[in-house]
């Protein structure tokens, strides 16, 4: 396949294993990311090019990045930044909403304005993250959900107004191995309790964020755009 797909994000868990997985298929990718040292070694693991952003939410530093890429053709778009606040609403400040959505939304926002006309001109795909916590609704999740509600609500918008040019899909993960959750599944007790709470009996990995990811990227799904694909081990829609 000719062209580039951009991942940000690219040395978190899910993008890593998704630039290596387009790697397998021979994808160039250009990938994205803060961390210069862990970005050279990706890069070099899978013959990619790369540059560094250090503020998703800044413009500036978001044309910077793409420079390198402003003339290639851009077949795809993976958005793969998150981040895991969980507080009581009671405790929770007005700045924790303010950063949550400015990394999560913003930054989004920014790449896909600067890559918009490229992506159009290829017929190309847009894939965004958010989190089962939208849709299922959970205890101290207020901050994150908030943000994740309005990515997905930037899902289906923009599907529909970047159609048939673009499409735009959503994955809504439960909790999955990643540098977010580390803290959280590092707690013997609550790692043995999360996979009892989902269907499949385990938490989610890399791979399986990846690989929707990847499919919703390339020409096999062209006739899905507008889609919050929930890929959760059965969390959003079943009782175990």
Known sequence: MEGKIII???TGYTGSALAKLLKKENIDCHLIGRNELELKKLATETNQSFSVCMDVSNEQSVEDSLKNVANDKILGFAYC???????SFQ??????????????????IHFIKKLQKQLADNKGSIVLFSTV???????MHSVISTAKGAIQGLTTSLAAEFAPKIRVNCIAPSISQSKMAKPILDNARIAEQIPLKHAMKRVGKPEDLAEAAKFLLLPSSSWITGQVIHVDGGKINIET
């Open 133 to 139: 916590a939208v849709d299922r609704g959970f205890n």
């Open 91 to 108: 405790t929770t400040k007005i700045d924790d909403f303010i950063n949550t959505f400015n990394l999560n939304v913003a930054g989004a």
């Open 81 to 87: 930044v998150g981040s895991i606040v969980l507080k």
């Open 8 to 10: 940000v994000g690219a």
